[in-house]
């Protein structure tokens, strides 16, 4: 199982050129669209790399902070409140019974929906967008931790009753790191959800922000600035979900990776 | 002194134990035996705590005792040495002190150079030896077993059987050890008692005098022969009409 550093680093560049050329594959039929059906329908990809590069100078870092903070913001709000609750409804049957049929209903709500009512109750501003992003992820990590919570190994429990394993300690080593392998996949989906949400909130409901630059692409008729958008938000989603989630959770989760052989 | 006396138990509709009395003195190592769904697992249970009996009662004077389960059931997320030193920390025993004895378990019980695995990392052999250095680390005097090497191929279950011995008889710990295996039981324990299938009755219980080493192949196929001539016996092992799923 052990390889050599050489061997891993062949691994690792054939790995990176397999989703390489994935990547490129698309590039080339974005750019063989742009070419049938005109640059104003379907800008290519360097027209959307110029308008970038445009939006960039007229400060799109601002934009692409805005967002940021408000998706990161709503998302990591709805992480720590759905985790919890989704623990204890998981915990208790009768919590359980009480809080599903509402996560239920919350998933059930379109985000448009949402983002109506958050500019109602809240007015136009970044709290409607933060809370849009909050209400729409929540019952995704809820219903995360409520399954993690649920499906504690029975055996288990019985083995620690036989230590007279204190609460805590069972909180913590038993039940958690099991929890864990629930939650951080459903948080990996919450993500990508709360970015698409955040920025299609920011389209209704604030003057700044990348969704407010794409409302700005669609009256002034800009198709590449609105692809230059999209490309930036894609980045910004995987930048988010390979640099922030999914370090954690290798770290957090170290012993599943000896059983993930190479990578 | 475990003294089990008169246990019944009742379970939804069934009988699947019936007056049963059993004791186990200090240093002795009782093997309990019997065809699959007899009620032994549920009268460990019993006997450990785990479940309440619905007649009779317990009286356990032991100082401590644990359970080896059939499967490891080890934590997943922790690495072995902090497997073994579970018991220890949930007594509050610290780290430094609760790891440096879990080492010394280990070493004994040829773990060592494995100190830092995860239990996916492990055979099933060893897995199953890292549960039992969990339940000796907490220094207990009663090891309630249930059939922890039935998943274990047959040379891997001798072995462990001869460690078990040796573990048992160096610290002086007394054993109650559930299996279905007579030659097993044989090999185990300084008595033998035989389970019936449901509900579960004792039908017959026997010393074995002879030291451990003595017991070789020879001797063991000769005395499960010899215990399987025993009407009561073989009615539980050869002769079921109904058979009982657990």
């Known amino acids: 199982m052990k390889q050599s550093l050489p061997t891993r680093g062949v691994i690792a560049v054939l790995g990176w050129g397999g989703s390489l050329t994935g990547v490129l ?3 080339a039929l974005w750019e063989w669209g742009s070419q049938v059906y005109g640059s104003f329908l379907l800008p290519g990809p360097r027209d959307a790399l110029g308008a970038l590069g445009r939006l960039w100078r007229e400060d799109a870092a601002a934009a692409v902070l805005a967002t940021t903070w408000r998706a990161m913001s709503g998302f990591a709000l709805a ?21 599903g049929p509402v996560s239920t209903v919350l998933l059930g709500i379109p985000p448009i929906a949402w983002i109506v009512l958050a500019i109602l109750w809240f007015g136009s501003g970044s709290l409607a967008t933060v809370y849009t992003v909050m209400a729409t992820t929540l019952p995704v990590s809820f219903a995360g931790a409520q399954m993690g919570a649920m499906t504690r190994d029975r055996r288990l429990q019985e083995m620690g009753e036989v230590f007279s394993v204190p609460p805590l300690m069972r909180l913590i080593d038993f039940h958690l790191p099991h929890i864990a392998s629930y939650v951080f996949p459903a948080l990996i989906t919450a993500l990508g959800v709360a970015w698409k949400v955040a920025v299609m909130a920011e389209l209704f409901a604030t003057e700044d922000g990348i969704g407010a630059g794409l409302a700005l692409a669609r009256v002034n008729l800009d198709t590449a600035a609105a692809m230059a958008w999209i490309v930036l938000v894609v980045a910004l989603l995987l930048t988010a979900e390979h640099g922030l989630l999914r370090p954690l959770q290798r770290r957090m989760e170290p012993w599943r990776q000896a059983g993930r052989g190479g990578r | 002194m475990l003294r089990l006396e008169s246990i019944g138990h009742v379970y939804g509709q069934e009988r699947t134990l019936d007056a049963i009395n059993l004791t186990v003195s200090p240093g002795e190592s009782v093997c309990l035996v019997g065809p699959s769904g007899c009620g032994k697992t549920t009268l460990l249970r019993i ?12 009286r356990d004077d032991f100082r401590r005792s644990t359970v080896v389960f059939q499967e490891p ?41 494995r100190h830092d695995h995860f239990p996916h990392q492990l055979s099933g052999g ?8 969990r339940a000796l680390a907490v220094d207990a005097d009663l ?15 001798s072995e462990a059987q001869t460690l078990l011995l040796g573990l048992l008889a160096r610290r002086g ?17 300084h008595r033998v008692v035989v389970l019936s299938p449901s509900p579960g009755r004792i039908v017959h ?31 539980s092992f050869l002769f079921r009409q109904d058979e009982v799923t657990p």
Do not use: C
């Open chain 1, 79 to 99: 992480a720590v409140v759905g985790t919890a609750l989704g623990v204890l409804a998981g915990l208790s049957r009768t919590l359980g019974r009480a809080l």
């Open chain 2, 47 to 58: 006997a450990a705590g785990l479940v309440a009996s619905s007649e009779g009662r317990i």
């Open chain 1, 25 to 27: 594959l698309f590039v």
């Open chain 2, 126 to 133: 060893m897995q199953q030896r890292v549960a039992l250095a």
């Open chain 2, 205 to 235: 219980e026997q010393r074995i005098e002879r030291p451990f080493i003595e017991r070789d192949t020879a001797f063991l196929y000769e005395a499960a022969g010899a215990l399987l001539r025993q009407p009561a016996v073989a009615e």
């Open chain 2, 173 to 189: 710990i007394a054993s109650l050890l559930v299996t279905h295996d007579l030659t097993e039981a044989l090999r185990l324990g």
């Open chain 2, 73 to 113: 059931r080890l934590l997943p997320w922790r690495r072995l040495l902090d497997n073994i030193a579970l018991g220890l920390k949930a007594m509050g025993v610290p780290r430094r002190e609760r790891l440096a004895r879990a080492r010394a378990l280990a070493d004994e019980l040829g773990l060592a150079e």
């Open chain 2, 143 to 157: 090891l309630l077993l249930d059939e922890p090497f039935s998943a274990l191929d047959v040379g891997l279950r």
